[in-house]
């Protein structure tokens, strides 16, 4: 056992429902929430393993409004992981130094986050031209 | 390898490997999560600027058959899963939701469960 009783603040029962660890909730939950969808891909590939008929009822679901307000809300999570994951990728790495200059953690989120959008836009480049072709 | 209990040296963990998983699957969301959700969930169910015939049985079914294709849903439906897993097993932690080791068993634990059955799925549904 340890002598040592250090003094541990009480902490009020939902801490994490309030400002500031607020942002830091919703911050990790949006990423829980691609857990979702890979779920509905998952799903995907179960139906499409146990036929044309399992599949189509995985298609006309995709169709629903309901998947359409899941998949949106699902894009907001997208989104906000994506800007968030590069607001702490500059603390999470070593430090940047270009020509003698300490690059500044703003840019590198800034950058990093153009580089994301511009990879989201050739992918969805890549399916509209694959899907002129099929 | 093994380090004596007295060792200076920090005691060595699998934790790096679900962090690699974690980043891997943060990074690959990331880049092409908003793409990949707005194409299979929006754009092609409902036809909008891509055709419904995209995801035709027989198109994800070759999709699926191609070796490279298996690969591509592999990495993105389990790193996802794996992502998640992380988040949800420190968040639940700090919130002291659960003893540890019982999050460790409903977060890694469901992750790896899914992993095998993805992998299952792409071997059932063959070559």
Not at chain 1, 15 to 23: E, K, L
Not at chain 1, 119 to 131: E, H, K, N, R
Not at chain 2, 5 to 26: E, H, Q, Y
Request: charged fraction near 10%; charge should be positive; proline fraction near 6%.
């Amino acid at each position: 056992m340890s002598e040592s009783r250090p003094y541990l603040r009480a902490q009020p029962r939902h801490w994490w429902a309030h400002s500031p660890y607020r942002a830091y909730t919703i911050r990790e939950l949006s990423g829980v929430a691609l857990a979702l969808y890979a779920a509905i891909l998952l799903a995907g590939l179960a139906s499409l393993a146990r036929g044309p008929a399992a599949f189509e009822t995985y298609r006309q679901f995709l169709a629903s409004p309901l998947s359409l307000l899941i998949h949106l809300l699902l894009l907001a999570a997208a989104v906000w992981h994506m800007w968030t994951w590069f607001q702490i990728l500059p603390k999470t790495m070593p430090k940047l130094v270009w020509r003698g200059r300490l690059i500044r953690q703003d840019v590198m989120s800034l950058t990093a986050t153009v580089v994301a959008v511009v990879c989201s836009l050739l992918l969805l480049s890549l399916f509209i031209l694959v899907g002129a072709y099929l | 390898m093994s380090t004596p209990n007295d060792s200076p040296l920090p005691k060595r963990t699998i934790a790096p490997l679900f962090w690699l998983l974690f980043g891997a699957g943060g990074m690959l969301a990331a880049l092409f999560g908003p793409a990949l959700i707005l194409a299979t969930g929006v754009m092609i169910p409902f036809g909008w600027g891509l055709p419904q015939r995209f995801d035709s049985y027989a198109n994800v079914l070759a999709l699926a058959r191609n070796p490279l294709g298996k690969l591509v849903l592999l990495a993105v439906i389990a790193l996802l899963f794996w992502h998640a897993a992380e988040r949800l097993f420190l968040t639940l932690k700090d919130m002291r939701a659960a003893p540890v080791w019982l999050l460790r068993w409903l977060t890694y634990g469901v992750a790896a469960v899914l992993t095998v059955v993805t992998l299952a799925l792409l071997l059932a549904i063959g070559f």
